[in-house]
T-cell receptor, first 117, second 115 residues
Framework: AQKITQTQPGMFVQEKEAVTLDCTYDTSDPSYGLFWYKQPSSGEMIFLIYQGSYDQQNATEGRYSLNFQKARKSANLVISASQLGDSAMYFCAMREVGNTGGFKTIFGAGTRLFVKA | DVKVTQSSRYLVKRTGEKVFLECVQDMDHENMFWYRQDPGLGLRLIYFSYDVKMKEKGDIPEGYSVSREKKERFSLILESASTNQTSMYLC??????????????FGDGTRLSIL
């Protein structure tokens, strides 16, 4: 079963506007972490933001924020004031503590974001 | 800054060849990972290692093996390359997880084509 679901294969956003990239997850482990990574066309994966399952507040890192709704099992990434350099593939990922000691991270299929000038 | 270096950005090999993909990290990370990335499937874990000479199978280990003789180096081996192993391969490293917080740091990827 899919543990991480990103339902938007591609998204367009106008420069300077905000955009939300959706991510839902499935786990029965009470202790888990959620990550967002950015992959530009050059290929490298860049860590953006982290949210722990026990964190009380939504994570923020500069223009990135994570809209964490635990009961709905969603962890959407919000990018404010989009820039042309935000055009990239974005991956949502989850790490469970579980019986693998927190080593395994599961990735979604990704959302390709296009920022229009 | 963490640096994860993969030996090749692009590689072309023939069916049946033994292929080595090398990965080196410079931050003394305990954990190293090999993923393959295919369109529409995201990243899938092939193998990971949490210590020198230790390895664990990921979700798709068939047709692959790994070697970790030194802490900084993690090699992925395609024993007998096949066309369905044409893919982008990503290496990553991380500190030991205290809970779930440690992010993974990735190399630039190797785009491997098997002809």
């Amino acid at each position: 079963a899919q543990k991480i679901t990103q339902t938007q294969p591609g998204m367009f956003v106008q420069e300077k506007e905000a955009v939300t990239l959706d991510c839902t997850y499935d786990t029965s482990d009470p202790s888990y972490g959620l990550f967002w990574y950015k992959q530009p066309s050059s290929g490298e994966m860049i860590f953006l933001i982290y949210q722990g399952s026990y964190d009380q507040q939504n994570a923020t890192e500069g223009r990135y924020s994570l809209n964490f709704q635990k009961a709905r099992k969603s962890a959407n990434l919000v990018i404010s004031a989009s820039q042309l350099g935000d055009s990239a593939m974005y991956f949502c990922a989850m790490r469970e503590v579980g019986n693998t000691g927190g080593f395994k991270t599961i990735f979604g299929a990704g959302t390709r974001l296009f920022v229009k000038a | 800054d963490v640096k994860v270096t993969q030996s090749s950005r692009y590689l072309v090999k023939r069916t049946g060849e033994k292929v080595f993909l090398e990965c080196v990290q410079d931050m003394d990370h305990e954990n190293m990972f090999w993923y393959r990335q295919d369109p529409g499937l995201g990243l899938r874990l092939i193998y990971f290692s949490y210590d020198v000479k230790m390895k664990e199978k990921g979700d798709i280990p068939e047709g692959y093996s790994v070697s970790r003789e030194k802490k900084e180096r993690f090699s992925l081996i395609l024993e007998s390359a096949s066309t369905n192993q044409t893919s982008m391969y990503l290496c990553a490293s991380s500190l030991s997880p205290s809970g779930t917080k440690q992010p993974q740091h990735f190399g630039d990827g190797t785009r491997l084509s098997i002809l």
